[in-house]
């Protein structure tokens, strides 16, 4: 089936950037879009930024103008770049992967990684 790694979380200043990187192996013909979702502590887990299949990108308000997603087909990966971090960013990031309604893809439903912690202190 399909894996997602994430990588590039860690500890930053309120201000700061930092680049977060997942990268899909396995069947990964399943996946159509991509993107990131965060869990900060108590809280539900909620979409950052998504590339669906058709090329169309969405982010959350919260999010807007400071974080950018990119994907790469051919490499199996999505990038998510965040710039202007506050501690309001602080949060498990998740990769996520939507599968395509095919039964070999739907079998196990969505694909998520293992989750990547970003910390913003203040």
């Known amino acids: 089936q399909v894996q997602l790694v994430e990588s590039g979380g860690g500890l930053v200043q309120a201000g700061g950037s930092l680049r977060l990187s997942c990268t899909a192996s396995g069947d990964t013909i399943c996946i159509t879009d991509m993107g990131w979702y965060r869990q900060a502590q108590g809280k539900e887990r909620e979409l950052v930024a998504l590339v669906t299949s058709g090329g169309s990108i969405n982010y959350a308000d919260s999010v807007k103008g400071r974080f950018t997603i990119s994907r790469d087909d051919v490499k199996n990966t999505v990038d998510l770049q965040m710039d202007s971090l506050t501690p309001e960013d602080t949060a498990v990031y998740y990769c996520?992967?939507?599968?395509?309604?095919?039964?070999?893809?739907?079998?196990?439903?969505?694909?998520w990684g293992q989750g990547t912690q970003v910390t913003v202190s203040s």
């Open positions: 996520y992967g939507a599968p395509r309604p095919w039964g070999i893809c739907v079998i196990r439903g969505d694909y």
